[in-house]
């Protein structure tokens, strides 16, 4: 069993920024797959960016150059930087992890979650 807690989340204005870490109890990410995910109110849980154990990251198009994934040496913390934040960013944040390999986007993939971090971006 792993618990997730993602922290960071807040208010700010667009084209703000902010760092979400997602930090692991009891064991380090040495052999996961970290993701982070986004909810909005009435939609549906969407792929934001991922790293792999050995540090590849992915990110989706709608925050690719934007946002940037990173770990610590120590690999007991995801970040999350987020810069030139937009309104359409709002959102729960989410991280998770897998031991699946490949191109991991889609949730049915994690196998385990944090409680989630708001992020809410004002126009």
């Known amino acids: 069993q792993v618990q997730l807690v993602e922290s960071g989340g807040g208010l700010v204005q667009a084209g703000g920024s902010l760092r979400l870490s997602c930090a692991a109890s009891?064991?380090?990410?040495?052999?996961?797959?970290v993701g982070w995910f986004r909810q909005a109110p009435g939609k549906e849980r969407e792929f934001v960016s991922r790293?792999?154990?050995?540090?590849?990251?992915y990110y989706a198009d709608s925050v690719k150059g934007r946002f940037t994934i990173s770990r610590d040496n120590a690999k007991t913390t995801v970040y999350l930087q987020m810069n030139n934040l937009k309104p359409e960013d709002t959102a729960v944040y989410y991280c998770a992890v897998t031991r699946v390999l490949g191109i991991t986007v889609r949730p049915s993939s994690y196998s385990y979650w944090g409680q989630g971090t708001q992020v809410t971006v004002s126009s």
């Open positions: 009891g064991r380090t990410f040495s052999s996961d797959t």
């Open positions: 790293i792999t154990w050995s540090g590849v990251s």
